[in-house]
Every structure is written in C-alpha cells, then in structure tokens.
C-alpha cells in the first residue's frame, strides 16, 4: 500500500497562508510597507504581502520567499508573530495564516513591487488606507508586538542605518512607544547598557552643531546575551 494513502485521514484539511507586516522609520513616522492585490479576492485593494505556503517549504522558507516575490525584499530581520484562523477570515475558504513582522532599514531597501502585487508601497502607520482580508487586525498585533518588545531586546537598531545620533535613537523608541521620553534618562539609561561605540565621526546634516555619530556593537551584545544580559529601556 502507498504510504501517503495509508496515513491518510478524511478530516477537512485547511490551507496555510503566511502575511508579512514590515515596519520602516523615516526618522520621525513608523512606516508600513503595503502592496495592493494584483488578483481576486480583493483586487486593487491594499494588503500586507503574503501568500499561500508551498507543499515542500517550511513555514519561514514560505515568508521569506513571499516577501522577495511580492517586494523584492531579503536578508531581513524576519520573526513569527502569530497565527491567525477564524473560520471566515479569507472568502477562498479555511485558510489559516501564520504572520511574521520585519524591520528594515529605509536608506539601504527600494521595494519593488511583484507576482500577485500591482504596487508596493510605504504608509505611515497612522495612515492606513483600508486593508484586505483581516489584516487590520494582524497589524495592530504587529505594532504591539513591537512596542512591547523593543524595551527589552535591542531591534529597534535594524530599523537605523548603521551610523547614527542619539537624537535619532530617541527619535526611533519614541515614534515606536508613542510617547515623549525624557531626553536625559533615555541617554543615562541606552548608555548605561555599554552597547554603544562611539565612532570618530560627526553627522554632517545635523542643524546645529554635528552630533556625535554611534553603531550598534552586536557582537558585545550577543556575547552578554550567552551570560543572561538583560537589555531594557
């Protein structure tokens, strides 16, 4: 006997999907990069970009490779957020769709848009045309998730270029956390975690006087991380 028709059950099997919520900052405004649906359901709609997992891929082989088809993006910070599955949530069906959430770096990724997509394009977040499917729902899961985890794990530095101010940090946690934070202990607190370096350079475009120019050392952080680290802003 086949072995696929002996392991065979008779229960409904529901589709998977993936969706991606990818986040930007342009020095001031979370951003949130959309595409509009090229094909039905929903078509000229705005949507997350996304689509349906492959029978031979696994669950992240399937994000990443959307992501590229339908952006152009790859080589991004990519992690699962969670899984989505009320019953009526896609018109095609039982769908279930596992959602991830990216962070990249403005100045160094173009999208472009491809497959099922027409466009692909940057939205604030405060400035979310109506969305497909139930992707209003994945993207508030995504900001929260982001809020949340941005305060204790260093993220927030994939969405910086690699040189940057501690104006523009500040800048960064307060556009994400939605709140004004205090100049002097947001600078004694990013300093205190000694993962800093700062760089023998000045930034050139700042108004006033050039402000002193600092990169992200990871691997400091990944090594305090093996001896429980905790970062926390």
């Not at 152009?72 to 969670?82: G, R």
């Not at 599955?85 to 990249?104: F, K």
């Not at 204790?152 to 994400?176: C, H, M």
Request: hydrophobic share 40%; charged share 30%.
């Amino acid at each position: 006997m086949d072995k696929e028709k002996k392991y065979s059950y008779k229960h409904p099997r529901p589709s998977v999907t993936v969706d991606c919520v990818v986040f930007g900052f342009d020095g001031t405004t979370i951003k949130v990069l959309l595409i509009n649906r090229g094909i039905e359901p929903f078509k000229g709609k705005w949507a997350l970009p996304g689509g349906f997992v492959q029978m031979d891929e696994s669950i992240d082989e399937a994000a990443k490779r959307e992501l590229k088809e339908e952006t152009s993006l790859e080589n991004v910070f990519l992690e699962q957020l969670y899984t989505f599955g009320e019953p009526n949530r896609d018109p095609r069906g039982r769908v279930i769709s596992v959602a991830y959430y990216a962070l990249i770096n403005l100045d160094k990724n173009d999208p472009i848009a491809g497959d099922d997509a027409q466009k692909a394009a940057w939205f604030s977040l405060k400035k979310i045309p109506s969305l497909a499917f139930d992707h209003h729902e994945i993207l508030r899961a995504a900001h929260y998730r982001l809020k949340g985890k941005i305060r204790y794990r260093p993220i927030g530095f994939e969405l910086l270029s690699d040189k940057f101010t501690l104006v523009q940090l500040q800048n960064l946690y307060e556009a994400v956390l939605e709140i004004l934070l205090d100049k002097r202990n947001f600078r004694r607190k990013i300093m205190s975690t000694d993962l800093l370096i700062e760089l023998n350079e000045k930034d050139p475009k700042s108004i006033r006087k050039k402000a002193q120019l600092y990169k992200f050392d990871k691997a400091k952080f990944d090594e305090l991380s093996l001896k429980g680290f905790n970062f926390e802003i």
